[in-house]
């Protein structure tokens, strides 16, 4: 199985931008499809954007489409989320995913291994 560890977290003000990163361990990222889930304060933890396991097709969640981009670097076993314009709805804890199955997921329950989340604060 896959091991993902997210870092990239912080504060920043609104309009700011930060990139997340999401390092896989014990096995290739190759053979994952993966996505990046957000929960904020009281809410459910909701999805945020997903990238194929190989051909690189991406899906976003309306709210965050044209500001956040993922992308997958395999040799590098690494998944990215480089977000731009953050607004303080934004704020939330990050959760990197990663899927056994090809193509893309877009619910909690698509995703067989999870991170430990990384905070990303956006302050007004």
């Known amino acids: 199985q896959v091991q993902v560890v997210e870092s990239g977290g912080g504060l920043v003000q609104a309009g700011g931008s930060l990139s997340l990163s999401c390092a896989a361990s014990g096995r290739t990222l190759s053979s994952y499809a993966m996505g990046w889930f957000r929960e904020a304060p009281g809410k459910e933890r909701e999805f945020v954007a997903a990238?194929?396991?190989?051909?690189?097709?991406?899906y976003y969640a309306d709210s965050v489409k044209g500001r956040f981009t993922i992308s997958r670097d395999n040799a590098k076993n690494t998944v990215y989320l480089q977000m731009n314009n953050l607004q303080p709805a934004d704020t939330a804890v990050y959760y990197c995913?990663?899927?056994?199955?090809?193509?893309?997921?877009?619910?909690?329950?698509?995703?067989?291994?999870w991170g430990q989340g990384t905070q990303v604060t956006v302050s007004s």
């Open positions: 995913a990663a899927r056994r199955d090809r193509g893309l997921g877009m619910s909690l329950y698509d995703y067989d291994y």
């Open positions: 990238v194929s396991r190989s051909v690189g097709n991406t």
